[in-house]
């Protein structure tokens, strides 16, 4: 797919224990500064009776909508546990792009640029001080089980896995995480997206998909996951398309 990972900036990853859960944990990423969807998902919680302690951010808070401030706004007041995805790293360090791994020149790589001006210009010091703090991954044990959460890879933030990856770069971040942090019963992921379950060398890996826009399935529904006694379940999340449609146009991103 010509994606390019590169490896976290900052040296040594921070990482962030949860301890040992033994209730219901909602899974969430790619808010992508769509502030409607971020609100039907703490709806969502609500609905489940999951509290925010228990529900789980896996990155990239801020991209193509048009509420950057106001959606990281909105999760640092629910509280919620949260790691860095590369959006939050490139913003939080005054990068120029949004260090997403697209291949230069494609659709994705142009599109990204008008976004993420506008969120450049949108985010406070305050705000790139606390995306800029958060951990690169979070540990936690669940039903006799032992999780890390990551955004995309474990060494290369910016990688991108789908269910269509071969299983061998499954393995090798797998073979990355175990060589530094011990064995794990399931990786949590972000960036791609996209949902998805699979089983890789007897490791669950499970991404709860983005929040914040459709995957690509002809619907304006987005997707988060729960895992509950070391099963993962993937949810609907339905949310204001329009007003979060409108929203992007008036911030003048409805370039495609």
């Given at each position: 797919m010509g994606i390019k990972p590169r490896p976290i900036k900052g040296g040594k990853m921070r990482q962030v224990y949860l301890g040992d859960i033994q209730r219901p944990i909602l899974i969430f990423g790619g808010a992508y500064s769509n502030l409607q969807a971020t609100h039907a998902l703490i709806d969502a919680a609500q609905t489940h009776g999951i509290p925010a302690e228990l529900c789980i951010f896996t990155g990239?808070?801020?991209?193509?909508?048009?509420?950057?401030?106001?959606?990281?706004?909105?999760?640092?007041?629910?509280?919620?546990?949260?790691?860095?995805?590369?959006?939050?790293?490139e913003l939080a360090a005054g990068s120029d792009t949004c260090g997403?791994?697209?291949?230069?020149?494609?659709t994705c790589d142009l599109l990204s640029r008008g976004w993420y001006d506008f969120a450049d210009q949108q985010v406070s010091a305050d705000q790139r001080q606390f995306m800029g703090a958060l951990p690169d991954y979070l540990i936690f044990t669940h039903y006799g089980k032992r999780y890390i959460v990551l955004h995309g890879g474990f060494c290369h933030v910016y990688q991108f896995l789908f269910s269509t990856t071969p299983d061998q770069d499954f393995v090798n971040v797998i073979n990355e995480v175990e060589r530094d942090l011990g064995a794990f019963s399931g990786v949590v992921a972000g960036h791609s997206g996209i949902?998805?379950?699979k089983s890789i060398a007897g490791v669950t890996w499970f991404n709860s998909g983005a929040i914040g826009m459709p995957?690509?399935?002809?619907t304006s529904t987005t997707s988060y996951g729960i895992l509950d006694a070391g099963s993962f379940t993937i949810h609907n999340l339905s949310y204001d398309h329009q007003t979060a449609q409108n929203a992007m146009i008036n911030a003048g991103l409805d370039q495609g």
């Open positions: 990239d808070s801020i991209a193509y909508c048009g509420n950057p401030s106001e959606t990281l706004n909105l999760l640092r007041d629910f509280g919620c546990p949260m790691i860095k995805g590369n959006c939050e790293i997403c791994g697209f291949e230069a020149g494609s949902p998805f379950q995957a690509h399935n002809g």
